[in-house]
Nanobody
Framework: QVHLVESGGGLVQAGGSLRLSCAASARTFSTYAMGWLRQAPGKEREFVAVINWRGDNTYYADSVKGRFTISRDNAKNTVYLQMNSLKPEDTAVYYC?????????????????WGQGTQVTVST
């Protein structure tokens, strides 16, 4: 069982930055691929970014590529999402998710554990 807790969301103006954190309870955190997904009001949940267990392989949705950076610190059982140049269309609830595999996935159905989500609102 993995318990995930996100933090770092909030209200920011367009062009600003936020860093999301996700703290995991699992002793075996380093064996999980970790992803960030988001869900905007009235829309389906969508993939944002993923990082493999070792942290040396990442993948991003086209909509955030070049603006967002996913990273992890296995010694701290934490995964991060640095979000720069934020746009109003980035407004959503952001979820951290863990996959019981060394490799990541863009499909939300591939993730086994989820955090409660953190709200990110980008104003114009």
């Amino acid at each position: 069982q993995v318990h995930l807790v996100e933090s770092g969301g909030g209200l920011v103006q367009a062009g600003g930055s936020l860093r999301l954190s996700c703290a995991a309870s699992a002793r075996t955190f380093s064996t999980y691929a970790m992803g960030w997904l988001r869900q905007a009001p009235g829309k389906e949940r969508e993939f944002v970014a993923v990082i493999n267990w070792r942290g040396d392989n990442t993948y991003y949705a086209d909509s955030v590529k070049g603006r967002f950076t996913i990273s992890r610190d296995n010694a701290k059982n934490t995964v991060y999402l640095q979000m720069n140049s934020l746009k109003p269309e980035d407004t959503a609830v952001y979820y951290c998710a863990a996959r019981s595999s060394s490799a990541g996935s863009t499909s939300d159905r591939s993730y086994d554990y989820w955090g409660q989500g953190t709200q990110v609102t980008v104003s114009t």
